[in-house]
């Protein structure tokens, strides 16, 4: 979301730190119990990340810029700069929201990223915005902020560590587990669909 928003720059640096009380995974990967993340940009662009760190918690982003300011969430997005006159509210005006569909976001992203797919498929689109570019650069930032809790450093991209450091600190002992017991956050998604973890015998 955030090469998104500025254009696609690159992500030059990241710094972080992590919590791993308990041993949470998710979709068969071990993951952080709590995160801030600082990442910057070829522009000069700063973003953070805060997860878990506070009891409020949304889906969405506070944008600061130099002339105003954006909050979104999957539904709403507010706008205040000089001449909003306060925070301007926006509603979403994409087809699926006209005909009142709920959780506007999920559905009328995920129709927007099937018509965008489709029309790279058949050549009417040169560019694909879920190519596996994108989404290896999305992995290299997050990587980046484990190492950078690893090493105590502020990490420079290209990453060079080719392994998963927050694997690597657990395996280590650097993040040791005080509360155990496997749990995946996705659980009772997959005993809804009747589905189980990779690591269970059929």
């Known amino acids: 979301m955030f090469?998104?928003?500025?254009?696609?720059?690159e992500c030059t640096w990241a710094m972080r730190n992590v919590e791993r009380d308990t041993d949470h995974w998710e979709r068969s990967t071990q993951i952080e119990d709590k995160a801030l993340?600082?990442?910057?940009?070829?522009?000069?662009?700063?973003?953070?990340?805060?997860?878990d760190l506070t009891p409020v918690r949304w889906q969405g982003a506070r944008i600061?810029?130099?002339?105003?300011?954006?909050?979104m969430t999957t539904d709403d997005l507010y706008l205040m700069n000089a001449s909003s006159n306060g925070w301007a509210h926006h509603k979403p005006d994409g087809e699926f929201f006209k005909y009142?569909?709920?959780?506007?976001?999920w559905v009328e992203g995920g129709a927007g990223q099937a018509r965008e797919l489709a029309d790279w498929v058949t050549g009417r689109s040169d560019y694909h915005r879920g190519n596996g570019e994108n989404g290896y650069k999305a992995l290299e930032m997050i990587h980046a902020v484990y190492e950078s809790a690893r090493l105590h450093v502020q990490v420079e991209l290209p990453m060079k560590t080719m392994a998963n450091p927050?694997?690597?600190?657990?395996?280590d002992g650097h993040l040791p587990v005080r509360y155990p017991g496997r749990h995946d956050i996705r659980a009772n998604r997959l005993r809804g669909e009747?589905?189980?973890a990779d690591t269970e015998n059929s």
């Open 3 to 9: 090469r998104y928003l500025l254009g696609d720059v």
């Open 37 to 51: 993340a600082v990442f910057g940009f070829e522009n000069d662009s700063q973003a953070m990340i805060v997860s």
């Open 64 to 71: 600061y810029g130099s002339e105003g300011m954006i909050e």
């Open 100 to 105: 009142g569909a709920e959780r506007f976001e």
């Open 166 to 171: 927050l694997d690597i600190m657990i395996e």
């Open 194 to 196: 009747n589905l189980t």
